[in-house]
């Protein structure tokens, strides 16, 4: 009987093993989702609309919502208007990559705060010259260096805006103990 018993609680313990150990994968593969899919989505996104598909001439419906919600502006200013926008968003497209790609590094790599952002700011710097080159290659559209320079102004400004919240934390300093600077 107790042989029974012995069997019986080791069966349970093996499946029980079994279940933790497939809800750590699930874990993982959610935390490595909840890291790396919003700095990847927006990559896919830059480079996707860095073609044909986001040249003025396509990416239409801008330019006809600023016409219906300003009825008394000139054709001319809606287009000055429509192109400064699209500055604002490179800027802002940036600067949220930026984020994404240290927010990834840091919290879920692990890296120190200096090697997240320079990491971050190296691979902006490489998908917005790689989104300017491509927008070269085609006729609707122009890679200037001026553009490259308003993308890396986006990630340099959110990099100032986020280095204070980036201070190490260590889970096994005491509560009253000073940490070290980076």
Same mark, same amino acid.
Request: glycine content about 6%; charged content about 15%; some cysteine.
């Given at each position: 009987?107790?042989?029974?018993?012995? $069997?019986?609680?080791?069966?349970?313990?093996?499946?029980?093993?079994? &279940?933790?150990?497939? +809800?750590?994968?699930?874990? &993982?593969?959610? *935390? =490595? #989702?909840? /890291?790396? $899919?919003?700095?990847?989505?927006?990559?896919?996104? !830059?480079?996707?609309?860095?073609?044909?598909? %986001? *040249?003025?001439?396509?990416?239409?419906?801008? !330019?006809?919502?600023?016409? /219906? +919600?300003?009825?008394? /502006?000139? &054709?001319?200013?809606?287009?000055?208007?429509?192109?400064? +926008?699209?500055?604002?968003?490179?800027?802002? !497209? /940036? %600067? @949220?990559? =930026?984020?994404?790609?240290?927010? @990834?590094?840091?919290?879920?790599?692990? $890296?120190?705060?200096?090697?997240?952002?320079?990491?971050?700011?190296?691979? #902006?710097?490489?998908?917005? @010259?790689?989104?300017?080159?491509?927008?070269? $290659?085609?006729? *609707?559209?122009?890679?200037?260096?001026?553009? !490259?320079?308003?993308?890396? *102004? %986006?990630?340099?400004? @959110?990099?100032?805006?986020?280095?204070?919240?980036?201070?190490?934390?260590?889970?096994?300093?005491?509560?009253?103990?000073?940490?070290?600077?980076?």
């Amino acid at each position: 009987m107790n042989r029974l018993i012995s $069997l019986m609680v080791n069966f349970n313990n093996s499946i029980t093993q079994k &279940k933790s150990s497939n +809800l750590l994968w699930l874990g &993982k593969i959610f *935390s =490595f #989702c909840y /890291y790396w $899919l919003p700095p990847l989505v927006i990559t896919a996104g !830059v480079i996707i609309m860095a073609g044909d598909m %986001g *040249s003025v001439t396509h990416f239409r419906w801008p !330019v006809v919502m600023l016409q /219906y +919600l300003l009825p008394t /502006y000139s &054709k001319k200013e809606i287009m000055s208007l429509y192109m400064t +926008l699209r500055q604002v968003g490179h800027f802002m !497209v /940036y %600067g @949220a990559l =930026f984020i994404a790609y240290v927010r @990834a590094w840091r919290w879920h790599i692990q $890296l120190s705060r200096l090697k997240s952002i320079f990491l971050a700011l190296g691979i #902006c710097f490489l998908i917005s @010259a790689g989104d300017e080159g491509v927008q070269a $290659l085609h006729n *609707s559209r122009s890679g200037r260096f001026e553009d !490259v320079l308003l993308d890396m *102004s %986006g990630a340099l400004a @959110a990099a100032l805006a986020m280095f204070p919240f980036l201070r190490e934390r260590r889970p096994q300093e005491k509560a009253g103990a000073p940490s070290e600077p980076d």
